[in-house]
């Protein structure tokens, strides 16, 4: 999704990068029936709107190659909230790879991984990330030094990740896991979207639900023929879910931590 491609830059870790969208218009447009007319920019307010504020479940996929040409994939997975969520990490690179997950509580964000993910993902030295492999950190939601690990976790982050850019476009309907959804067609910013060597913006399509609310299923980055590319992969489930991740007992504080 590009949550995850927000660490995917030249070289993973505090120095990344998060992605460069415009924001959409916040107000939904109306349901449509199965038969009625909508447009492609009406399914993507009411994508977003509904997006920003509902809960969600969200599995991820996306590779690229970074600027040295290392292959880099990651793997995400998450329940997100207004106000809280939660989302695992997973990346490799070469003979590399970590994880960590992240849990995002109101003003609190508490994060856990081994000494690879703390250090390629949370940003951590290498030396901080070796003393808290395995151990809970946490810190303000609201720390400028870990945004980049709390972008991405919440509603609000998963519909600014949704964003498509340039002329949007309707694709030819189809069935997705035994779902009728409407494509709508756009481009992806270039930054955190694997071509950002290029400057190029790649094609996306964001699959809605075709009848009902129109919220998202599945998303893919598509080459000129609309095949996907396997650069990025997402798929969207569980709308309205509770979302409450519990506080873990304990937890090494990094900065100052608030609740409010």
Do not use: C
């Amino acid at each position: 999704m590009k949550v995850a491609s927000r660490f995917m830059t030249g070289a993973l870790a505090a120095g990344a990068v998060a992605l460069a969208l415009a924001s959409p218009p916040a107000t939904a447009a109306p349901s449509t029936g199965p038969g009625g007319a909508v447009s492609a920019a009406a399914l993507y307010r009411e994508a977003i709107a509904t997006t920003r504020s509902w809960s969600v479940h969200y599995v991820s996929s996306s590779a690229q190659s970074t600027t040295s040409g290392a292959k880099v994939s990651l793997l995400e997975s998450g329940d997100a909230g207004p106000a809280s969520g939660t989302q695992t990490v997973y990346f490799s690179r070469g003979t590399s790879n970590g994880s960590i997950t992240i849990d995002v509580i109101g003003g609190i964000t508490y994060v856990n991984g081994n000494t690879n993910g703390l250090e390629n993902l949370a940003g951590l030295s290498a030396l901080q990330a070796a003393a808290s492999a395995g151990k809970w950190i946490d810190f303000a939601t609201t720390n400028p030094a870990f945004s980049q690990v709390v972008a991405g976790v919440r509603s609000r982050d998963i519909a600014q990740e949704l964003a498509l850019t340039g002329a949007l476009t309707l694709g030819p309907p189809r069935t997705i896991h035994g779902v009728a959804v409407l494509a709508v067609e756009g481009t992806q910013s270039s930054a955190g979207s694997g071509s950002t060597r290029t400057g190029a913006h790649p094609r996306a399509v964001l699959y809605v639900r075709a009848q009902g609310r129109h919220v998202p299923v599945e998303e893919d980055l598509v080459d000129a023929k609309g095949r996907p590319t396997g650069a990025l992969h997402v798929t969207y489930s569980n709308w309205g879910e509770l979302v409450r991740p519990l506080a873990p007992l304990a937890a090494l504080s990094f900065g100052p931590v608030t609740t409010t």
